[in-house]
């Protein structure tokens, strides 16, 4: 259905299994692979503490490795577009729909429950709240192929 096509939709990926598993779902509602929007968001790294190794790793290195990554693990997909943000998911992944005025975020619940929940917090809840646009969110079961 023609209605349905999108021209930016973004899916955000976390490296989990879930979450390149919404890369299908999302590819339903674009016409080609090109309107895919793959945005990573890394967490920033806590303050320098001498002795700490990841302190000589800067943020450019730490994105230029990440964008690598998806790039190798994406290659079958063909031309996506594909970003590095910095920063709490939540914010990053909203921020970035609001930037490409996405039409839709299609991503994964991890489904966490409980004190998890409660530690961890849900991405996907906040995107859903503070979201620009329609946000598609799959269950596990939904988002294996």
Known sequence: ??????????????????????????????????HLHILHVL???????????????DEGTRRQHALKALEQKLQSYGELQMAIATGDPSTEIVKYAR?????????????RKG??????????ERVVRLS??????????DASP
Request: with cysteine; aromatic share 8%; net charge negative.
């Open 43 to 57: 967490t920033r790294l806590p303050a320098a503490e001498p002795g700490v190794l990841w302190h000589t790793v």
């Open 99 to 111: 930037s490409r005025r996405a039409e839709l975020i299609v991503m994964p619940s991890h489904g």
């Open 132 to 141: 620009p646009c329609p946000v598609l969110v799959l269950r596990g079961e």
């Open 1 to 34: 259905m023609n209605w349905l096509r999108k021209t930016c939709v973004l899916v955000p990926i976390d490296f989990s299994p879930e979450s390149f598993a919404s890369l299908d779902p999302a590819l339903a509602f674009v016409e080609e692979a090109s």
């Open 115 to 124: 004190i998890n929940h409660f530690l961890k917090g849900s991405v996907a």
